[in-house]
């Protein structure tokens, strides 16, 4: 599970089965069973990890520890299915119900999860202030560059978003000097082109909606068309009075 190799699953499934075998336990053998509700969520199988959610509940229904994973589980499956309206309810729900058991430090690492899910999905649900406020929060975790990275990005697109250009532009550079993300790195040069045009930088605005045009087969699965980079080119080079080019990208933004 922890390795992330979808080739060991099976293994892995073999392994939590036989554990079960020569398990008596009810907590324990629920906390086995939450191992493969976990790992068929990996895998996308979520009928299936929903199936074993329940029989990990029936095998200890008044454990606490059970009931904690039960529902963080279930949240996290719903924002894995890109149910973000579901994930975000059922997550708010989970916290403000074992708020005193989270306290622990052994758990912190759910709570910590939960946090990042829901502002990923309130960005998705349009609910920028609220998102930036989770995700300012979610920055004094312990992430790795990577997914320290991938907040600064999203925090700049929240300030973005709310037109707030010099915090968008501190978190949006941030995230460059430490290393952008593959997932993130069409939006952090697709923001800032926008933050830069907005805050009177037009060579730099352009420099960024160029690299989004260069890269644009592969940016663009994040959430920004080439007509809309195309859209934003031409107004920098008119801004830039490159008379040439902003009548080129002209061409190109408009529909065929």
């Known amino acids: 599970m922890e390795s992330g190799n979808p080739a060991l699953a099976d293994e892995a499934f073999r392994e ?3 554990q079960l075998k020569s398990c008596v ?17 990996v895998l996308e199988r979520f009928d299936d990890a929903r199936e074993q959610l329940d029989a990990a509940l ?19 499956l719903d924002d894995d299915e890109g149910k973000s309206q579901e994930a975000y309810e059922h997550l708010t729900e989970a916290l403000a119900k074992h708020a005193l058991a989270l306290i622990e430090p052994e758990l912190r ?25 989770i ?17 600064l990005v999203r925090l700049g697109r929240c300030y973005t978003e709310l037109t707030e250009w010099e915090r968008a532009r501190g978190y949006l550079e941030d995230a460059r000097e430490i290393g952008l993300v593959r997932e993130s790195e069409g939006q952090a040069h697709f923001y800032l082109g926008v933050v830069y045009a ?52 002209a061409r190109l933004a408009r529909p065929a």
């Open 25 to 41: 336990d009810p907590p324990e053998r629920a906390n086995l069973i939450l191992r493969k509700a976990a790992l068929y969520g």
């Open 58 to 76: 029936k095998e200890a229904p008044e454990d606490p520890f059970t009931r904690i994973q039960f529902d963080f589980i279930a949240g996290n």
């Open 16 to 18: 939590i089965d036989a």
């Open 109 to 133: 690492p759910i709570y910590e999860n939960a946090q990042l899910r829901r502002g990923f999905n309130l960005i998705w649900l349009g609910r920028f202030q609220e998102a930036a406020l």
């Open 198 to 249: 907005y805050l009177g930088l037009f060579p730099e605005s352009k420099r960024e909606f160029q690299i989004c045009e260069e890269h644009a087969a592969e940016y663009g699965v994040y959430g920004f068309s080439i007509v809309e980079v195309y859209g934003w080119l031409f107004r920098v080079c008119k801004e830039l009075g490159e008379k040439v080019e902003a009548e080129k990208y």
């Open 135 to 151: 995700l300012e929060e979610a920055l004094s975790f312990k992430l790795n560059l990577q997914n320290r990275s991938i907040v």
